[in-house]
């Protein structure tokens, strides 16, 4: 798979019909290197609710991957946990907007590192 870029995002972010994969969008944006994009695409005021919800549960992912440790060669990146972290904060009314669009797995993970009480959202 191509890396995506922000026309890409951008334009994925827009349209229904687009998928970055139908199974496991969240898993693939959630990888660290596509932080920014996420980021600005939250803010787009054009990013449809929907793809604002898979963006919202990449930036779990990636709280989660720098949570979770998962073998040997795992490391964590602390920085982008925090950072994704904030985001998410920033976020409050969104998240829980969201509901079930994040795995309970995540964000039994996820949700109690955050400053808001979205652990009792479920």
């Not at 191509?2 to 969240?26: F, G």
Request: aromatic fraction near 8%.
């Amino acid at each position: 798979m191509p890396a995506l870029d922000k026309e890409l995002i951008t334009e994925w972010s827009q349209n229904e019909e687009l998928y970055v994969e139908h199974q496991d969008e969240e898993l693939i944006l959630g990888n660290g290197q596509y932080f920014e994009l996420i980021v600005e695409a939250l803010d787009n005021p054009e990013t449809l609710l929907n793809k604002k919800h898979v963006l919202l549960y990449a930036l779990c992912i990636i709280v989660y991957d720098n949570t979770v440790e998962d073998g040997l060669d795992w490391e964590s990146d602390a920085s982008l946990k925090n950072r994704a972290i904030n985001e998410l904060n920033k976020r409050k009314n969104l998240l829980i907007q969201a509901g079930d669009w994040v795995m309970d797995y995540v964000r039994k993970v996820v949700y109690p590192q955050l400053d808001i009480n979205l652990h009792n959202h479920n």
